[in-house]
């Protein structure tokens, strides 16, 4: 729906941008955010996720996210952002572990019965267009 926004309504994270809101208020311009400040933030990002906090509490998502990646613990937890996994191939079983039959038939009724052994696919669109095509 546009124009509505998600409502923080995890306490740790309603806390945290009450805090964010206090040391905004009381800042002097262009200073740093405080070291306590970012550990509150990677905290309930590590928990809440990065994007949600970062919205929440008006930080840059990416400055947020390498913060919690450099945090030793956080990211590495299950459903956390965590740096990408190197190349995994993943092979494929056989399509027909089985010995399958396939039968193609035309308007005619002339039909072609192929009997596959175990783990063997042939062209399958070839077989049929020699069926339909009369080769």
């Not at 572990?97 to 052994?117: A, I, Q, Y």
Request: aromatic share 6%.
């Amino acid at each position: 729906m546009p124009g509505r926004k998600r409502q923080a309504s995890a306490p740790d994270l309603s806390r945290a941008i009450v805090r964010f809101k206090k040391w905004r208020q009381g800042r002097v311009s262009q200073t740093r955010i405080p070291v306590a400040l970012w550990k509150l933030a990677v905290k309930v990002a590590s928990r809440h996720g990065v994007s949600r906090t970062a919205t929440a509490l008006n930080l840059d998502y990416y400055a947020l996210k390498d913060r919690l990646l450099a945090e030793p613990g956080l990211a590495a937890e299950p459903g956390r952002s965590s740096p990408p996994a190197g190349f995994t191939e993943l092979t494929p079983g056989p399509l027909f572990p089985s010995p399958c039959v396939l039968e193609f038939s035309d308007r005619t009724g002339s039909t072609l019965r192929v009997e596959l052994p175990a783990g063997q696919v042939p062209d399958l669109v070839a077989l049929g267009r020699t069926l339909w095509d009369g080769r």
